[in-house]
């Protein structure tokens, strides 16, 4: 028997049960032995001692169960907004997705956001309805709330009784009929038979269902308790009558690595999404990531691959493995032809100072940050002068995870210092400078190098030119030279990171014997700030383009704290449902700073989305961020430096 595989996410506002239902699911099916509770800190998904401790997901995980001939890789995310960056990752790898709604709060500001997402992405998505045993439990008339806030088409696939009770069950419901009506919005020849008064015969509901499920047309919904197993049955069959897998397309091995775990002797596991092709071990793979101005290659060769699910040695197209032996992988990783995903959350805005706290452990500090930075590189570690290293973070629950994993798992104390914003630098100008040796005294770099910078279009990245004659130097010292460029250019005019410029070689030279690639290595950053001075650059801020949904009571003070906080308003609108939609851009760094306020002012109605948008100049003086390189615009300073690490650049 062929088996399939059905990479399933499990997602929901925090609080709403999607780790409990996932851990009913694998224990209704055979996987887990018992039946683990959140309370009790001893759920299958949420596995480490974190997670347990404070009852919420912290990293995405991994279980697989069967079904049949359909084996389910159930992906459990993370509620909590500061761990969005898990979820986004997540969100790549998935065939469709089970969203969670609790029967007593409802439709939730997290609940909004996740399923915008997954409707942008064109992921089908089913409705689990959970805790339909709670006291305050709602059913009918949550779904008038599901379709007025979220303004989807939902079809109720079973009823419950004596809900809100302890003796809630689930029933059946005939629900071709209310289906036919929500499906013919996106038939028009359904629509015409139900003008007629020409009922269809269920069979073809159902398969109707399926078809515009998987298109993200309309999502069923199902009702239950992840506590007492109601409903979950019923889910299941929607699981395997209404999604499919995804289609495998081209011959061409290509995945995603969504995940990095460490095994038991400290090793990288990395969780791979295979979308086509195979991967067996020992095989030599290439991934390839993002990097400034192109691409960055990762090679390896395999050590092993286990299956989630069971199976060891090959990972087959639509399956994810654990995959052993790639010291330098990280999330995010694309192997072959893997699509790269545009960011449907903005990045972190916020970058804090870390100190170890107790004297003597800065290096510690630093390599555990690493580490942690191959799990979520978004926190962009950075050494500091003074022994500190910086993080870039979503908000107060990440900083305090994050602290308590660095104790917990490395035996280092933390101390988070200030937060500030993190900003770049754009180019705005043409600069242009020359440096070379005089062949008739001492020199201190034995190297010509001539740099020509100029502003690029936005999101061109850093492009690296050479216009000058080929062979005219070793391709030794042509690389010292680029890799000098692209090291320099994360600490600008300012000591913030420049983007979208072209940077371009307009002279290079050199002597034999004396010259080497040190001599390049250690020159390019002097001529390359000398240019970009020459060239002028603007510090400016990211920015996300948000939109927020609030009730009409509410909207003065939300346009107040805007106001307040600098936000952009460009429009507000009132829905058909009440509500009033306001959009506009904001600093990403003010970002947690309105996802913090936005309850209290709402009443816990209000939802936020946001995503990259335009940056910003800073309308004040230009914030400066302390330099790592010796400062190559002050020549005496920045040879003291160089000399200070002498062993390191020698070659």
């Not at 990293?59 to 979820?87: C, K, M, Q, W, Y």
């Not at 030599?284 to 101005?293: I, K, N, Q, T």
């Not at 452990?361 to 555990?368: K, N, T």
């Not at 429009?571 to 449902?577: E, F, G, Q």
Request: hydrophobic residues 40%.
């Amino acid at each position: 028997m062929t088996v399939r595989t059905l990479n399933l996410g499990i997602l929901a506002h925090v609080d709403a049960g999607k780790t409990s239902l996932t851990e009913r699911l694998l224990f209704a099916h055979g996987a887990v032995a018992e039946l683990g509770s959140v309370d009790a800190g001893d759920t299958a998904t949420d596995s480490g001692a974190l997670e347990r401790e404070r009852g919420i997901t912290i990293r995405s995980a991994v279980a697989s169960l069967t079904v049949g001939d359909l084996r389910v890789n159930l992906i459990d995310t993370p509620g909590h907004p500061d761990f969005i960056a898990e979820v986004e990752r997540a969100l790549a790898v998935l065939d469709g997705a089970v969203l969670v709604l609790s029967a007593v709060e409802g439709v939730q500001a997290q609940t909004r956001v996740l399923l915008r997402s997954l409707r942008r992405l064109r992921i089908p998505t089913l409705i689990f309805v959970n805790k339909i045993d709670r006291m305050g439990a709602r059913t009918d008339p949550l779904l008038a709330d599901v379709r007025a806030k979220l303004g989807i088409g939902v079809v109720a696939m079973n009823a419950v009784r004596d809900a809100g009770t302890a003796a809630a069950r689930t029933v059946p419901r005939r629900w071709e009929p209310q289906a036919a009506e929500t499906l013919a919005d996106h038939d028009d020849a359904l629509l015409a038979r139900l003008v007629d008064g020409d009922e269809p015969p269920p069979g073809q509901v159902r398969n109707l269902l399926a078809a515009q499920t998987a298109a993200g047309q309309v999502h069923p919904v199902f009702f239950g308790s992840a506590t007492t197993g109601e409903g979950t049955d019923d889910l299941t069959g929607g699981i395997v009558s209404l999604l499919r897998p995804r289609d495998v397309t081209g011959d061409e091995t290509s995945g995603l690595v969504f995940a990095i775990e460490r095994g038991t002797g400290g090793e990288k596991v990395a969780y791979l999404r295979l979308f086509a092709g195979s991967l067996r071990e020992r095989q030599r793979v290439v991934f390839r990531r993002p990097a400034p101005g192109g691409t960055e290659e990762v090679r390896g060769r395999v050590a092993g691959v286990e299956v989630v699910g069971g199976g060891r040695g090959e990972l087959s197209a639509g399956s994810i493995g654990r995959v052993h032996g790639l010291p330098g992988i990280r999330v995010g990783d694309r192997l072959g032809a893997a699509a790269e995903v545009a960011p449907q959350f903005s990045p972190p805005g916020i970058e804090s100072l870390v100190r170890p706290a107790r004297l003597g452990e800065q290096a510690r500090l630093h390599a555990a940050l690493s580490i942690l930075a191959d799990e979520d590189p978004l926190i962009r570690t950075r050494v500091v002068p003074g022994g500190g290293t910086s993080v870039l973070l979503y908000g107060a629950v990440q900083r305090e995870v994050l602290a308590d994993r660095l104790e917990r798992d490395f035996g280092v104390a933390a101390v988070f210092g200030e937060i500030r914003g993190v900003y770049f630098e754009r180019v705005t100008g043409v600069g242009e400078h020359v440096v070379a040796f005089d062949p008739r005294r001492p020199n201190d770099f034995w190297a010509t190098i001539g740099l020509r910078v100029e502003p690029g279009p936005p999101g061109s990245g850093l492009r690296y030119v050479r216009d000058v004659q080929p062979g005219a130097v070793p391709q030794a010292f042509h690389r010292a030279t680029e890799e000098a460029v692209r090291r320099t250019v994360e600490q600008g005019l300012y000591g913030w990171e420049v983007i979208d410029c072209t940077v371009t070689v307009t002279r290079t030279g050199y002597r034999s014997p004396i010259s080497s690639a040190a001599d390049f290595r250690g020159l390019a950053p002097v001529v390359l700030l000398r240019a970009l001075r020459a060239a002028g650059t603007r510090v400016c801020e990211p920015c996300s383009t948000f939109e927020l949904e609030v009730p009409a009571a509410t909207l003065s003070a939300v346009l107040g704290m805007l106001a307040g906080v600098g936000a952009d308003v460009t429009d507000s609108v009132m829905s058909s449902a009440g509500a009033w939609t306001v959009t506009g851009n904001l600093p990403v760094r003010l970002g947690p700073a309105l996802a913090a306020a936005l309850p209290g002012l709402t009443h816990g109605e209000g939802a936020l989305w946001s995503r990259p948008g335009p940056d910003r100049p800073l309308r004040e003086t230009a914030e400066r961020r302390p330099r790592l390189d010796g400062d190559p615009l002050n020549y005496e300073e920045y040879l003291r430096f160089l000399s200070s690490r002498l062993p390191a650049t020698a070659t």
